[in-house]
């Protein structure tokens, strides 16, 4: 089943770019330059998903502020995902705070962007991973802690744990090879047995299941 998406960005060329990036199970039923013609696009054509850019023109100046504030609080409100280049601390909290259910940047793949597309249709909030700790740190995670125990936590080593953390929160292999002092097929490796026993397909994956139990 297709999911309706609303474009919104005041560049062309990203809008054109965005659409041509979605895969084919992704109907683009309309798009938005500015505040005052996406919440025009998104009450004439009632999409399930806004992917939305977070400096827009137009409004009082919020930006997507002024259209998450007139979009969400009618029935049937569609579920709004950031699209950003922007991972500034105070821009991802927010949003989210004005009721987006995911936030990624610009630089993210059209397969990955698919796929947070669809999970925030499915009502799942997504986040790039170094921006999930953003978002943990402003709703008041336990910074890291491990809230209550976990089984699926208990099945990972204490090294599995360290690299589990560090992917989830975005770092590149090569980065947490160098934060930990391991090879870079050693952290492979971890990575390779954490996705296996949290039956998890890639690190988005991985990323989201850290951030619902406060432990990124």
């Given at each position: ?118 999970r925030v249709a499915g009502g799942d909030a997504v986040f ?58 050693t952290v492979e490796t971890h990575v390779g047995k954490v ?22």
């Amino acid at each position: 089943m297709s999911v309706t998406v609303v474009i919104v960005d005041d560049h062309d060329v990203i809008r054109v770019g965005v659409r041509e990036s979605l895969d084919a199970g992704i109907d683009v039923v309309g798009e938005a330059r500015d505040v005052e013609s996406a919440i025009a696009e998104v009450r004439a054509k009632a999409p399930q998903v806004v992917i939305l850019d977070v400096h827009l023109p137009g409004g009082t100046g919020g930006g997507a502020l002024d259209v998450l504030a007139e979009i969400l609080h009618r029935p049937g409100a569609p579920r709004v995902l950031a699209l950003s280049v922007s991972d500034a601390a105070d821009d991802v909290v927010a949003t989210v705070r004005a009721g987006a259910r995911g936030y990624v940047t610009k630089s993210i793949s059209g397969p990955d962007l698919s796929d947070a597309v669809r999970r925030v249709a499915g009502g799942d909030a997504v986040f790039s991973p170094r921006l999930a700790g953003f978002v943990l740190d402003a709703f008041g995670a336990a910074g890291g802690e491990v809230a209550a125990a976990d089984e699926d936590l208990d099945k990972l080593t204490e090294r599995e744990q360290e690299v589990m953390r560090l992917i989830a929160r975005g770092y590149t292999y090569r980065e947490v090879a160098e934060k930990l002092f391991i090879s870079i097929k050693t952290v492979e490796t971890h990575v390779g047995k954490v996705l296996h026993k949290l039956q998890l397909s890639n690190r988005h994956e991985l990323a989201h299941w850290a951030a619902q139990r406060r432990i990124v």
